[in-house]
Protein backbone atom coordinates (compact mmCIF):
# COMPACT_ATOMS: atom_id res chain seq x y z
CA UNK A 1 0.00 0.00 0.00
CA UNK A 2 1.36 3.35 -1.01
CA UNK A 3 -0.51 6.16 1.10
CA UNK A 4 0.09 9.95 1.07
CA UNK A 5 -2.00 12.15 3.90
CA UNK A 6 -2.34 11.28 7.64
CA UNK A 7 -5.42 8.65 8.97
CA UNK A 8 -6.81 10.54 11.82
CA UNK A 9 -8.49 7.67 13.50
CA UNK A 10 -5.69 5.34 13.09
CA UNK A 11 -5.12 4.48 16.54
CA UNK A 12 -8.38 3.22 17.41
CA UNK A 13 -8.79 1.17 14.46
CA UNK A 14 -5.06 0.02 15.59
CA UNK A 15 -6.57 -1.34 18.84
CA UNK A 16 -9.66 -3.14 16.79
CA UNK A 17 -7.43 -4.92 14.65
CA UNK A 18 -4.91 -5.73 18.09
CA UNK A 19 -8.28 -7.36 19.77
CA UNK A 20 -8.30 -9.65 16.74
CA UNK A 21 -4.97 -10.67 16.68
CA UNK A 22 -3.89 -8.87 13.98
CA UNK A 23 0.04 -8.02 14.63
CA UNK A 24 1.91 -4.87 13.87
CA UNK A 25 5.04 -4.41 12.26
CA UNK A 26 5.35 -1.00 12.18
CA UNK A 27 3.61 2.43 14.46
CA UNK A 28 2.71 3.90 10.54
CA UNK A 29 -1.13 4.51 9.94
CA UNK A 30 -0.07 3.74 6.44
CA UNK A 31 0.07 0.04 7.95
CA UNK A 32 -3.21 0.23 10.30
CA UNK A 33 -5.08 0.57 6.28
CA UNK A 34 -3.66 -2.31 4.84
CA UNK A 35 -4.07 -4.08 7.70
CA UNK A 36 -7.90 -3.18 8.00
CA UNK A 37 -8.10 -3.78 4.23
CA UNK A 38 -6.54 -7.00 4.69
CA UNK A 39 -9.31 -7.96 7.53
CA UNK A 40 -12.01 -7.05 5.68
CA UNK A 41 -10.85 -9.09 2.42
CA UNK A 42 -10.79 -11.97 4.77
CA UNK A 43 -14.15 -12.13 5.75
CA UNK A 44 -15.21 -10.83 1.93
CA UNK A 45 -13.10 -12.33 -0.45
CA UNK A 46 -13.46 -9.74 -3.10
CA UNK A 47 -10.92 -6.71 -2.51
CA UNK A 48 -13.28 -4.10 -4.14
CA UNK A 49 -15.57 -4.21 -1.76
CA UNK A 50 -13.23 -4.42 1.01
CA UNK A 51 -11.46 -1.09 -0.24
CA UNK A 52 -14.95 -0.04 0.31
CA UNK A 53 -15.73 -1.02 3.84
CA UNK A 54 -12.29 0.25 4.65
CA UNK A 55 -12.81 3.75 3.20
CA UNK A 56 -15.97 3.78 5.38
CA UNK A 57 -14.67 3.61 8.80
CA UNK A 58 -10.99 5.29 8.05
CA UNK A 59 -11.01 9.09 8.70
CA UNK A 60 -8.74 11.68 7.62
CA UNK A 61 -6.62 12.95 4.31
CA UNK A 62 -5.43 9.80 1.59
CA UNK A 63 -4.41 8.84 -1.80
CA UNK A 64 -3.86 5.15 -1.81
CA UNK A 65 -2.17 3.17 -4.23
CA UNK A 66 -3.33 -0.70 -3.17
CA UNK A 67 -1.33 -3.91 -4.05
CA UNK A 68 -2.31 -7.28 -4.00
CA UNK A 69 -0.67 -10.43 -5.00
CA UNK A 70 -4.46 -11.85 -5.57
CA UNK A 71 -4.70 -9.13 -8.09
CA UNK A 72 -1.38 -9.69 -10.16
CA UNK A 73 -2.41 -7.53 -13.33
CA UNK A 74 -4.27 -4.77 -11.46
CA UNK A 75 -4.45 -2.47 -8.62
CA UNK A 76 -6.67 -0.04 -7.00
CA UNK A 77 -6.48 3.62 -6.26
CA UNK A 78 -8.44 5.91 -3.69
CA UNK A 79 -8.64 9.19 -2.46
CA UNK A 80 -9.93 11.47 -0.16
CA UNK A 81 -8.59 15.49 0.43
CA UNK A 82 -5.26 14.31 -1.09
CA UNK A 83 -4.56 14.80 -4.97
CA UNK A 84 -4.60 11.87 -6.91
CA UNK A 85 -4.66 11.60 -10.84
CA UNK A 86 -4.89 9.11 -13.20
CA UNK A 87 -2.55 8.81 -16.45
CA UNK A 88 -3.57 6.99 -19.46
CA UNK A 89 -1.03 5.50 -21.73
CA UNK A 90 -0.42 2.85 -24.93
CA UNK A 91 -0.58 -0.67 -22.93
CA UNK A 92 0.01 1.10 -19.72
CA UNK A 93 -1.78 3.01 -17.03
CA UNK A 94 -0.48 5.35 -14.30
CA UNK A 95 -1.65 7.00 -10.89
CA UNK A 96 0.24 10.27 -8.95
CA UNK A 97 0.13 12.95 -6.96
CA UNK A 98 1.53 15.46 -9.59
CA UNK A 99 1.71 15.43 -12.85
CA UNK A 100 5.21 16.16 -12.88
CA UNK A 101 5.45 12.48 -12.09
CA UNK A 102 4.18 10.91 -14.98
CA UNK A 103 4.57 13.56 -17.42
CA UNK A 104 7.33 11.35 -19.64
CA UNK A 105 5.06 8.85 -20.02
CA UNK A 106 1.67 10.14 -20.75
CA UNK A 107 0.05 13.65 -21.32
CA UNK A 108 -3.61 12.31 -21.06
CA UNK A 109 -4.86 12.36 -17.38
CA UNK A 110 -8.02 12.59 -15.61
CA UNK A 111 -8.45 13.81 -11.59
CA UNK A 112 -9.81 11.53 -9.19
CA UNK A 113 -12.32 13.09 -6.76
CA UNK A 114 -12.96 12.40 -3.03
CA UNK A 115 -14.56 9.12 -2.46
CA UNK A 116 -13.85 7.71 -5.95
CA UNK A 117 -12.04 4.73 -6.19
CA UNK A 118 -10.11 3.16 -9.40
CA UNK A 119 -9.27 -0.41 -10.70
CA UNK A 120 -6.17 0.02 -12.38
CA UNK A 121 -5.08 -2.27 -15.46
CA UNK A 122 -2.41 -1.89 -17.92
CA UNK A 123 -3.88 0.06 -20.85
CA UNK A 124 -7.49 0.34 -19.08
CA UNK A 125 -8.85 2.15 -15.91
CA UNK A 126 -12.43 1.76 -14.28
CA UNK A 127 -13.76 4.69 -11.88
CA UNK A 128 -16.74 3.88 -9.17
CA UNK A 129 -17.92 6.72 -7.47
CA UNK A 130 -18.37 6.52 -3.75
CA UNK A 131 -21.61 4.28 -3.41
CA UNK A 132 -19.53 1.61 -6.29
CA UNK A 133 -21.38 2.43 -10.06
CA UNK A 134 -19.20 2.60 -12.53
CA UNK A 135 -18.74 5.82 -13.75
CA UNK A 136 -16.74 7.82 -16.87
CA UNK A 137 -13.99 10.51 -15.82
CA UNK A 138 -12.73 13.56 -18.12
CA UNK A 139 -9.86 13.37 -19.36
CA UNK A 140 -7.87 16.40 -19.14
CA UNK A 141 -4.76 17.15 -21.89
CA UNK A 142 -1.03 18.40 -19.83
CA UNK A 143 -0.02 21.05 -22.88
CA UNK A 144 3.26 21.94 -20.74
CA UNK A 145 6.51 20.27 -22.10
CA UNK A 146 8.52 17.82 -20.19
CA UNK A 147 11.93 20.31 -20.11
CA UNK A 148 9.70 22.62 -17.99
CA UNK A 149 9.92 20.02 -15.62
CA UNK A 150 13.59 19.51 -16.13
CA UNK A 151 16.58 21.66 -14.54
CA UNK A 152 17.22 23.45 -17.75
CA UNK A 153 21.11 23.14 -16.94
CA UNK A 154 20.65 25.46 -13.40
CA UNK A 155 22.39 23.82 -10.01
CA UNK A 156 18.50 23.95 -8.61
CA UNK A 157 15.09 23.81 -9.64
CA UNK A 158 14.96 27.02 -7.38
CA UNK A 159 17.14 29.23 -9.35
CA UNK A 160 15.73 28.10 -12.31
CA UNK A 161 12.58 29.11 -10.99
CA UNK A 162 13.72 32.43 -9.55
CA UNK A 163 15.29 33.32 -13.51
CA UNK A 164 11.90 32.39 -15.11
CA UNK A 165 9.79 34.87 -12.90
CA UNK A 166 10.03 37.54 -16.07
CA UNK A 167 8.49 35.04 -17.90
CA UNK A 168 6.24 33.94 -15.91
CA UNK A 169 5.11 37.28 -14.68
CA UNK A 170 4.73 38.38 -18.71
CA UNK A 171 2.62 34.75 -19.33
CA UNK A 172 0.63 35.83 -16.47
CA UNK A 173 0.25 39.37 -17.25
CA UNK A 174 -0.22 39.81 -21.35
CA UNK A 175 -3.19 37.76 -21.61
CA UNK A 176 -5.39 39.74 -19.52
CA UNK A 177 -4.11 43.09 -20.65
CA UNK A 178 -5.56 44.28 -24.07
CA UNK A 179 -5.29 47.83 -25.44
CA UNK A 180 -4.47 49.12 -21.78
CA UNK A 181 -7.22 47.49 -20.07
CA UNK A 182 -7.64 44.35 -17.85
CA UNK A 183 -9.47 41.90 -18.57
CA UNK A 184 -10.81 38.75 -17.06
CA UNK A 185 -12.35 36.63 -19.82
CA UNK A 186 -12.12 33.30 -17.56
CA UNK A 187 -14.22 35.46 -14.42
CA UNK A 188 -17.77 34.62 -14.15
CA UNK A 189 -18.36 37.35 -11.57
CA UNK A 190 -21.24 39.97 -13.06
CA UNK A 191 -20.09 43.24 -13.35
CA UNK A 192 -22.99 44.47 -10.82
CA UNK A 193 -21.95 41.68 -8.36
CA UNK A 194 -18.33 43.38 -8.01
CA UNK A 195 -19.94 46.79 -8.25
CA UNK A 196 -22.28 45.55 -4.90
CA UNK A 197 -18.90 43.32 -3.21
CA UNK A 198 -19.14 44.84 0.53
CA UNK A 199 -16.14 42.69 1.82
CA UNK A 200 -13.51 40.52 0.29
CA UNK A 201 -11.87 37.85 2.78
CA UNK A 202 -8.24 36.23 1.46
CA UNK A 203 -7.55 32.98 2.65
CA UNK A 204 -4.12 31.43 2.04
CA UNK A 205 -0.54 29.31 3.32
CA UNK A 206 2.47 30.22 3.84
CA UNK A 207 3.77 32.81 0.58
CA UNK A 208 0.56 32.29 -0.76
CA UNK A 209 -0.49 34.19 2.34
CA UNK A 210 1.71 36.39 1.95
CA UNK A 211 0.74 37.87 -1.26
CA UNK A 212 -2.74 38.09 0.48
CA UNK A 213 -0.98 40.20 3.29
CA UNK A 214 0.06 42.44 -0.34
CA UNK A 215 -3.67 42.11 -1.55
CA UNK A 216 -4.57 43.29 1.59
CA UNK A 217 -3.20 46.58 1.64
CA UNK A 218 -3.41 47.05 -2.13
CA UNK A 219 -7.06 46.27 -2.68
CA UNK A 220 -8.51 48.09 0.42
CA UNK A 221 -6.02 51.25 -0.86
CA UNK A 222 -7.94 50.39 -5.02
CA UNK A 223 -11.03 49.92 -3.60
CA UNK A 224 -12.07 51.74 -0.59
CA UNK A 225 -14.13 48.55 0.90
CA UNK A 226 -13.17 46.09 3.85
CA UNK A 227 -10.29 43.66 2.68
CA UNK A 228 -9.69 40.88 5.30
CA UNK A 229 -6.47 38.34 5.13
CA UNK A 230 -6.16 35.47 6.83
CA UNK A 231 -4.45 32.35 7.35
CA UNK A 232 -6.28 29.95 6.24
CA UNK A 233 -5.50 27.31 9.17
CA UNK A 234 -6.77 29.80 11.47
CA UNK A 235 -9.89 31.51 9.37
CA UNK A 236 -11.13 27.29 9.20
CA UNK A 237 -11.47 27.08 13.27
CA UNK A 238 -12.22 30.62 13.52
CA UNK A 239 -15.75 32.32 13.35
CA UNK A 240 -15.41 34.66 10.12
CA UNK A 241 -17.46 36.85 9.09
CA UNK A 242 -18.41 35.58 6.42
CA UNK A 243 -21.52 35.62 4.00
CA UNK A 244 -23.46 36.07 0.39
CA UNK A 245 -21.99 39.00 0.13
CA UNK A 246 -18.77 38.47 0.31
CA UNK A 247 -15.78 37.36 -1.92
CA UNK A 248 -13.63 35.14 -1.02
CA UNK A 249 -10.06 34.49 -2.73
CA UNK A 250 -8.48 31.26 -1.95
CA UNK A 251 -4.59 31.75 -3.47
CA UNK A 252 -2.55 28.45 -3.66
CA UNK A 253 0.04 27.35 -6.26
CA UNK A 254 -0.62 24.13 -5.60
CA UNK A 255 -4.12 23.77 -5.74
CA UNK A 256 -4.12 21.28 -2.68
CA UNK A 257 -2.90 22.39 0.18
CA UNK A 258 -5.42 20.65 2.74
CA UNK A 259 -5.69 23.62 4.96
CA UNK A 260 -6.92 25.93 2.37
CA UNK A 261 -9.19 23.87 0.98
CA UNK A 262 -10.97 22.89 4.30
CA UNK A 263 -11.58 26.73 4.52
CA UNK A 264 -12.47 27.24 0.76
CA UNK A 265 -15.58 24.77 1.64
CA UNK A 266 -15.99 26.55 5.36
CA UNK A 267 -16.70 29.71 3.59
CA UNK A 268 -18.75 28.52 0.57
CA UNK A 269 -21.04 26.81 3.30
CA UNK A 270 -21.75 30.16 4.84
CA UNK A 271 -22.86 31.90 1.72
CA UNK A 272 -19.52 33.15 -0.05
CA UNK A 273 -18.58 33.28 -3.84
CA UNK A 274 -15.01 31.43 -3.62
CA UNK A 275 -12.48 32.61 -6.83
CA UNK A 276 -9.25 31.01 -6.69
CA UNK A 277 -5.72 32.18 -7.94
CA UNK A 278 -4.34 28.82 -8.70
CA UNK A 279 -1.27 27.30 -10.14
CA UNK A 280 -1.88 23.96 -11.36
CA UNK A 281 -4.56 23.32 -13.80
CA UNK A 282 -7.26 21.37 -12.64
CA UNK A 283 -6.10 20.70 -8.78
CA UNK A 284 -8.73 20.08 -6.42
CA UNK A 285 -8.95 24.11 -5.00
CA UNK A 286 -9.57 25.12 -8.86
CA UNK A 287 -12.47 22.52 -9.23
CA UNK A 288 -14.40 23.59 -6.47
CA UNK A 289 -13.88 27.23 -6.46
CA UNK A 290 -16.62 29.26 -8.07
CA UNK A 291 -13.99 31.04 -10.62
CA UNK A 292 -10.34 30.30 -11.07
CA UNK A 293 -7.47 32.60 -11.95
CA UNK A 294 -4.87 30.12 -13.10
CA UNK A 295 -0.99 32.28 -12.72
CA UNK A 296 0.98 30.77 -15.78
CA UNK A 297 3.85 30.21 -13.66
CA UNK A 298 4.21 26.57 -15.04
CA UNK A 299 5.33 23.87 -13.10
CA UNK A 300 6.71 24.94 -10.15
CA UNK A 301 9.69 22.15 -8.62
CA UNK A 302 11.25 23.83 -5.89
CA UNK A 303 9.64 23.33 -2.54
CA UNK A 304 10.14 27.38 -2.30
CA UNK A 305 7.94 29.28 -4.32
CA UNK A 306 9.51 31.80 -5.98
CA UNK A 307 7.99 32.33 -9.77
CA UNK A 308 4.05 31.39 -8.44
CA UNK A 309 4.90 33.84 -5.56
CA UNK A 310 5.54 36.55 -8.45
CA UNK A 311 2.71 35.32 -10.50
CA UNK A 312 0.31 35.58 -8.18
CA UNK A 313 1.47 38.61 -6.67
CA UNK A 314 0.80 40.60 -10.27
CA UNK A 315 -2.30 38.71 -10.86
CA UNK A 316 -4.05 39.71 -7.38
CA UNK A 317 -2.78 43.30 -8.40
CA UNK A 318 -4.56 42.85 -11.69
CA UNK A 319 -7.78 41.78 -9.98
CA UNK A 320 -7.62 44.55 -8.00
CA UNK A 321 -7.21 47.18 -11.21
CA UNK A 322 -10.53 45.21 -12.39
CA UNK A 323 -12.49 45.59 -9.63
CA UNK A 324 -11.41 49.21 -8.87
CA UNK A 325 -12.35 50.40 -12.64
CA UNK A 326 -15.58 48.36 -12.03
CA UNK A 327 -16.02 50.50 -8.67
CA UNK A 328 -15.29 53.75 -9.96
CA UNK A 329 -12.79 53.45 -7.24
CA UNK A 330 -9.39 53.91 -9.02
CA UNK A 331 -8.68 57.25 -11.22
CA UNK A 332 -8.01 56.60 -14.82
CA UNK A 333 -4.95 58.29 -14.37
CA UNK A 334 -3.44 55.96 -11.73
CA UNK A 335 -5.16 52.79 -13.44
CA UNK A 336 -3.37 53.65 -16.50
CA UNK A 337 -0.20 54.24 -14.83
CA UNK A 338 -0.42 50.86 -12.72
CA UNK A 339 -1.12 49.11 -16.10
CA UNK A 340 1.88 50.60 -17.84
CA UNK A 341 3.99 49.54 -14.84
CA UNK A 342 2.49 46.31 -14.79
CA UNK A 343 3.34 45.99 -18.30
CA UNK A 344 7.22 46.65 -17.35
CA UNK A 345 7.59 44.76 -14.66
CA UNK A 346 9.50 41.73 -16.51
CA UNK A 347 11.73 43.75 -17.78
CA UNK A 348 12.30 45.29 -14.89
CA UNK A 349 12.87 42.15 -13.13
CA UNK A 350 15.52 41.48 -15.61
CA UNK A 351 17.33 44.31 -14.77
CA UNK A 352 17.05 42.62 -10.91
CA UNK A 353 18.19 39.20 -11.98
CA UNK A 354 21.36 40.69 -14.33
CA UNK A 355 22.86 42.56 -11.00
CA UNK A 356 23.06 39.42 -8.40
CA UNK A 357 27.26 40.26 -7.41
CA UNK A 358 25.72 42.38 -4.52
CA UNK A 359 23.45 39.56 -3.29
CA UNK A 360 26.43 36.99 -3.48
CA UNK A 361 28.26 38.98 -1.53
CA UNK A 362 26.03 39.81 1.38
CA UNK A 363 25.60 35.87 1.40
CA UNK A 364 29.32 35.40 1.79
CA UNK A 365 29.66 37.55 4.70
CA UNK A 366 26.07 36.50 6.72
CA UNK A 367 25.54 33.00 5.56
CA UNK A 368 26.99 31.60 9.60
CA UNK A 369 24.09 34.07 11.55
CA UNK A 370 21.70 31.77 13.56
CA UNK A 371 19.43 35.17 13.57
CA UNK A 372 18.10 37.52 11.08
CA UNK A 373 15.41 39.89 11.11
CA UNK A 374 13.52 41.04 8.41
CA UNK A 375 12.13 44.98 9.11
CA UNK A 376 9.44 47.17 7.29
CA UNK A 377 6.52 48.84 7.31
CA UNK A 378 3.37 48.45 5.43
CA UNK A 379 4.48 46.80 1.61
CA UNK A 380 7.63 46.32 3.19
CA UNK A 381 6.61 44.43 5.95
CA UNK A 382 4.27 41.95 3.72
CA UNK A 383 7.72 41.70 1.47
CA UNK A 384 9.54 41.02 4.80
CA UNK A 385 7.54 37.69 5.64
CA UNK A 386 8.03 36.50 2.71
CA UNK A 387 12.13 37.18 2.66
CA UNK A 388 11.82 35.37 5.76
CA UNK A 389 9.90 33.05 5.34
CA UNK A 390 12.41 32.14 1.93
CA UNK A 391 15.58 32.11 3.93
CA UNK A 392 13.67 29.79 6.65
CA UNK A 393 12.46 27.35 4.83
CA UNK A 394 15.91 26.60 2.81
CA UNK A 395 18.54 27.69 5.25
CA UNK A 396 17.34 26.95 8.16
CA UNK A 397 18.03 29.97 10.25
CA UNK A 398 15.92 31.51 12.39
CA UNK A 399 14.27 35.01 10.81
CA UNK A 400 11.70 36.76 11.94
CA UNK A 401 9.50 39.17 9.88
CA UNK A 402 8.88 42.40 11.80
CA UNK A 403 6.38 45.70 11.37
CA UNK A 404 9.23 48.23 12.15
CA UNK A 405 6.86 50.56 13.93
CA UNK A 406 6.28 47.31 16.20
CA UNK A 407 9.92 47.16 17.56
CA UNK A 408 9.89 49.51 20.01
CA UNK A 409 7.25 47.45 21.74
CA UNK A 410 9.59 44.79 23.25
CA UNK A 411 11.28 42.98 20.30
CA UNK A 412 14.15 45.93 19.86
CA UNK A 413 15.41 44.20 23.19
CA UNK A 414 16.77 41.39 21.08
CA UNK A 415 18.57 43.98 19.50
CA UNK A 416 22.67 43.74 20.08
CA UNK A 417 25.82 44.01 18.81
CA UNK A 418 26.40 41.88 15.45
CA UNK A 419 22.49 40.90 14.77
CA UNK A 420 21.47 40.87 11.00
CA UNK A 421 18.69 43.11 9.95
CA UNK A 422 17.20 43.27 6.80
CA UNK A 423 15.89 46.67 6.36
CA UNK A 424 13.35 47.08 3.55
CA UNK A 425 12.41 50.53 2.67
CA UNK A 426 11.18 49.82 -1.24
CA UNK A 427 7.54 51.98 0.14
CA UNK A 428 7.99 55.57 -0.57
CA UNK A 429 5.38 57.04 1.39
CA UNK A 430 6.99 55.68 4.46
CA UNK A 431 10.65 56.24 3.55
CA UNK A 432 11.60 58.55 6.09
CA UNK A 433 10.08 56.32 8.73
CA UNK A 434 11.87 53.04 7.42
CA UNK A 435 15.33 55.03 7.75
CA UNK A 436 14.62 56.06 11.39
CA UNK A 437 13.85 52.29 12.63
CA UNK A 438 17.49 51.91 10.44
CA UNK A 439 19.29 54.21 12.80
CA UNK A 440 16.97 52.88 16.04
CA UNK A 441 18.65 49.38 15.35
CA UNK A 442 22.11 50.94 14.54
CA UNK A 443 22.11 52.54 17.30
CA UNK A 444 21.81 49.18 19.29
CA UNK A 445 24.60 47.53 17.11
CA UNK A 446 22.63 45.70 14.56
CA UNK A 447 24.47 45.34 10.88
CA UNK A 448 21.78 46.99 8.19
CA UNK A 449 21.49 45.05 5.07
CA UNK A 450 19.55 47.71 3.47
CA UNK A 451 17.02 47.10 0.50
CA UNK A 452 15.60 50.43 -1.52
CA UNK A 453 14.61 51.52 -5.07
CA UNK A 454 17.15 53.12 -7.48
CA UNK A 455 15.90 56.30 -6.57
CA UNK A 456 16.68 56.87 -2.95
CA UNK A 457 20.02 53.96 -2.94
CA UNK A 458 21.65 57.35 -2.77
CA UNK A 459 20.08 59.16 0.77
CA UNK A 460 19.82 55.81 2.28
CA UNK A 461 24.20 55.48 1.51
CA UNK A 462 24.66 58.05 3.86
CA UNK A 463 23.42 56.30 7.00
CA UNK A 464 23.70 52.14 5.43
CA UNK A 465 26.52 50.52 3.67
CA UNK A 466 25.26 47.46 2.38
CA UNK A 467 22.43 48.24 0.11
CA UNK A 468 20.56 46.39 -2.45
CA UNK A 469 18.37 48.01 -5.09
CA UNK A 470 15.74 47.69 -7.19
CA UNK A 471 14.52 49.54 -10.06
CA UNK A 472 11.59 52.02 -9.39
CA UNK A 473 8.09 50.98 -10.14
CA UNK A 474 4.38 52.23 -9.13
CA UNK A 475 4.46 52.08 -5.16
CA UNK A 476 1.52 48.99 -4.98
CA UNK A 477 4.06 46.96 -7.50
CA UNK A 478 6.98 47.77 -5.40
CA UNK A 479 6.80 44.11 -3.39
CA UNK A 480 7.21 42.35 -7.23
CA UNK A 481 10.70 43.59 -7.70
CA UNK A 482 11.71 43.79 -3.96
CA UNK A 483 11.09 39.89 -3.58
CA UNK A 484 13.37 38.78 -6.18
CA UNK A 485 16.88 39.81 -4.33
CA UNK A 486 15.35 38.47 -1.33
CA UNK A 487 14.36 35.11 -2.74
CA UNK A 488 18.59 35.11 -3.98
CA UNK A 489 19.61 36.09 -0.48
CA UNK A 490 18.39 33.32 0.51
CA UNK A 491 19.45 31.05 -2.31
CA UNK A 492 22.91 32.15 -1.94
CA UNK A 493 23.31 31.69 1.90
CA UNK A 494 21.32 28.34 1.80
CA UNK A 495 24.52 27.50 -1.03
CA UNK A 496 26.90 29.07 1.53
CA UNK A 497 25.28 26.72 4.28
CA UNK A 498 25.17 22.83 2.07
CA UNK A 499 21.47 22.63 2.54
CA UNK A 500 19.26 20.67 0.12
CA UNK A 501 17.68 23.67 -1.75
CA UNK A 502 15.26 22.20 -3.58
CA UNK A 503 14.01 19.67 -1.13
CA UNK A 504 14.56 21.31 2.49
CA UNK A 505 14.43 19.03 5.08
CA UNK A 506 10.36 18.18 6.48
CA UNK A 507 9.21 20.37 3.85
CA UNK A 508 6.42 19.23 1.02
CA UNK A 509 5.80 20.77 -2.17
CA UNK A 510 2.32 20.29 -1.66
CA UNK A 511 0.83 20.24 2.39
CA UNK A 512 -2.14 17.78 1.95
CA UNK A 513 -1.81 17.46 5.40
CA UNK A 514 -3.53 19.28 8.74
C1 LIG B 1 6.52 28.54 0.27
O1 LIG B 1 7.87 28.67 -0.15
C2 LIG B 1 6.31 27.30 1.07
N1 LIG B 1 6.73 26.15 0.33
C3 LIG B 1 4.92 27.17 1.66
O2 LIG B 1 4.79 28.18 2.64
C4 LIG B 1 3.75 27.31 0.69
O3 LIG B 1 3.64 28.65 0.24
C5 LIG B 1 2.46 26.95 1.44
O4 LIG B 1 2.56 25.60 1.85
C6 LIG B 1 1.19 27.15 0.60
O5 LIG B 1 1.24 26.32 -0.52
P1 LIG B 1 0.18 26.56 -1.71
O6 LIG B 1 0.44 27.93 -2.27
O7 LIG B 1 0.44 25.47 -2.68
O8 LIG B 1 -1.19 26.48 -1.11
Request: proline share 3%; with cysteine.
Amino acid sequence: MVHNGIIENYMEIKEFLVSQGVRFRSETDTEVVAQLLAYYYGKTGDMMSAVYRVLDRIEGAYALGILSADMPDSFIAARKDAPLLLGYGEGCSFIASDVTAIIKHTRDISYMEDGEVALVKAGAITVFDALGRQMEKEHSFVDWDVSAAEKGGYAHFMFKEIMEQPEAVRKTISPRIKEGRVAFEELKLEPDYIRGLKKIFIVACGSSYHVGVVGKYNLERLLRRPVDVMLASEFRYADPLVDEDTLVIVISQSGETLDTMAALRMAKSLGARILSIVNVVGSSIARESDDVLYTWAGPEIAVATTKAYSTQLVLLNMLGLYFGDLMGSVSPAEYSDIVWELLDLPAKMERVLENTEEIKYLASRYFNHNSIFFIGRHLDYALGLEGSLKLKEISYIHCEAYASGELKHGTISLIENGTLVVALCTYAPLFEKSLSNIVEVKARGADIVALTTNSRSRELSKTVENILSIPDTHMLLQPSLGVVPLQLFAYYVALHRGCDIDKPRNLAKSVTVE
